[in-house]
């Protein structure tokens, strides 16, 4: 079974601070996709990766960046949080245009 | 635009009642268009996708062209059933990128 691992369940910080939510997968998936979860405005792609050091902005980057230095790692950043990014973040893969596996999500709060 | 339309925030049905969770979707090509479900506490997962013409835990879907959608049913919900589902549009490009809906939880009452 394809796992889908997020660093942190939780994680609080304070505005300002520069955020890092990683992400791992085990089955050597090419396709590696971050969206963030709000009620009301369901999944949100932020940015996605197709392959090693290859990435593409999604429908909301701004405030955002990413890296995928690995086939197996993509690493989320906030580069100076703010409070709207509060929100819980899922990292999911796949291999081609199969289905999205995900992870557990990370539920993030900027203060 | 590719854009996904889930009319629905919540849809609260007794058990036993018919079960149609509406999608709309907005795509110039043609679309792969697929449902995904989360349960409490669980990890979103694929419920079912339109080319595999399957019926998963009941649930089926019928993708129609003319009128844009992929609405989601079940003639007789279950408990087990209730779980937020988000439909979902892959477009034709090669990345394998979903749109996805905004989501209706589904609550069962027994």
């Known amino acids: 079974d394809v796992k889908v691992t997020q660093s942190s369940r939780y994680l609080v910080k304070r505005t300002g601070e520069k955020v890092f939510l990683e992400c791992v997968q085990d089955?050597?998936?090419?396709?590696m996709f971050w969206y963030r979860q709000d009620p009301g405005l369901g999944l949100r792609l932020i940015y996605f990766?197709?392959?090693?050091?290859?990435?593409e902005k999604g429908d909301i980057p701004e405030g955002y960046s990413v890296s995928r230095e690995k086939k197996e790692r993509f690493s989320l950043i906030l580069e100076s949080a703010s409070t709207n990014q509060t929100s819980m973040y899922l990292c999911?893969?796949?291999?081609?245009?199969?289905?999205?596996?995900f992870g557990s999500g990370t539920q993030l709060s900027v203060l | 635009a590719q854009r996904v339309t889930q009319p629905e925030k919540l849809l609260s049905v007794f058990k036993g009642a018919p079960v149609e969770l509406k999608c709309n979707y907005s795509y110039s090509g043609s679309p792969e268009l697929f449902w995904y479900v989360q349960y409490s506490r669980q990890r979103l997962q694929l419920l079912l996708r339109h080319i595999s013409r399957e019926s998963i835990k009941g649930f089926t879907a019928d993708l129609n062209k003319g009128e844009t959608s992929f609405h989601l049913k079940k003639p007789f919900a279950q408990e087990e059933d209730s779980a937020m589902y988000y439909c979902a549009l892959m477009g034709s490009s090669n990345t394998g990128k979903l749109i996805f809906g905004q989501g209706t939880t589904l609550q069962v009452k027994p």
């Open positions: 990766s197709y392959d090693v050091k290859m990435k």
């Open positions: 999911a893969s796949s291999l081609y245009r199969e289905k999205l596996f």
């Open positions: 089955m050597d998936h090419e396709n």
